[in-house]
């Protein structure tokens, strides 16, 4: 394999936050936005052990490179969670994580349930099943990074923007991982490009979909990537995806966009009004400006700039 899971295994370790300058988190507000799109990764983060579950009954736990960098993810993703968490809670939120992450799994149980019995179903009946996990793999991991980078152009916090552009450089080695598997295992099989074109159109959803409900997975896009930043953002993320043999042309991250956006055309309410009702950004210790329909707005009401 083209990435070096030896490397990787004596490298891999929990986020370093070393010099992050917590105690000047509350000097920078945040917008609901913002707190909207750090709610919805905190969660995603901490989801990642039940998303393990459904690998590990795969024909993956058969592969000891897989498997060994599989729990090293896992780890790496469990710090990501635990510091957005203690962001959130430095920032003035109060939070109880452990409760919170109780009450999500519990919502997903019985689905979760059906969803791993089909995953083992799928890989066991598909020899090349591998594929299409690996590349899902993939393309989550690359709109991560992407979405904490969006994130990082968009807020105005420089704790903030420290904090994701090390979360950033951890989910780029994931996808260097997952992408790279999946190109060794699809080159030079049709078989396999055809499972992974095939699963990837039919059953991807994006990061979060299922944990999340399609207005949330949707206010996400239409806070990120609604600009022509972000329409370059999906862009590029469905080019680097369309480099994988088999896959080239595959535009997910541009449908799930514009999907997003006629939602939105059809009923503008879509999506920003979950924004504008988080109940963190009410509860936070830190005053600042609100976000809806992409203006910040400040207290008068006034859109800033106008």
């Not at 459904?54 to 969670?81: D, K, Q």
């Not at 916090?157 to 992408?179: C, S, T």
């Amino acid at each position: 394999m083209s990435f070096s899971i030896d490397r990787y295994k004596e490298e891999s370790r929990k986020l370093d936050t070393t010099g992050v300058e917590w105690d000047k988190i509350r000097d920078y507000p945040l917008s609901k936005g913002d707190l909207f799109f750090l709610h919805y990764a905190m969660d995603v983060e901490n989801h990642v052990p039940l998303y393990l579950s459904h690998l590990l009954v795969t024909r993956a736990c058969m592969n000891p490179v897989i498997t060994a960098f599989l729990s090293l993810w896992a780890y790496e993703e469990l710090w990501h969670g635990e510091n957005l968490s203690r962001f959130l809670v430095e920032y003035g939120i109060q939070l109880d994580n452990d409760t919170r992450i109780r009450n999500l799994r519990s919502d997903i149980g019985i689905s979760n349930s059906f969803s791993i019995l089909s995953t083992m179903a799928a890989s066991w009946a598909l020899d090349d099943f591998a594929a299409l996990y690996l590349s899902i793999g993939a393309c989550n991991e690359l709109s991560t990074a992407t979405a904490y980078g969006a994130l990082a152009r968009k807020c105005q916090h420089p704790v903030l923007q420290d904090l994701l552009a090390r979360i950033q450089k951890d989910e780029r080695r994931h996808f260097a991982f997952y992408f790279n598997s999946a190109k060794d295992w699809m080159t030079d099989s049709p078989r396999a490009q055809w499972v992974a074109r095939v699963g990837m159109k039919y059953f991807w959803q994006v990061v979060g979909q299922g944990l999340k409900n399609q207005e949330e997975v949707d206010a996400i896009s239409l806070y990120l990537f609604d600009d022509a930043a972000g329409k370059a953002d999906v862009e590029t993320i469905d080019e680097k995806m369309g480099r994988l043999p088999g896959l080239e042309g595959i535009r997910l991250m541009t449908r799930a966009r514009d999907d997003a956006r006629r939602r939105n055309a059809q009923n503008p309410e879509w999506g920003w009004r979950l924004i504008e009702n988080e109940d963190w950004a009410r509860k936070s210790a830190v005053g600042g400006s609100r976000l809806y329909r992409g203006q910040l707005v400040g207290a008068g009401g006034m859109a800033e700039g106008d």
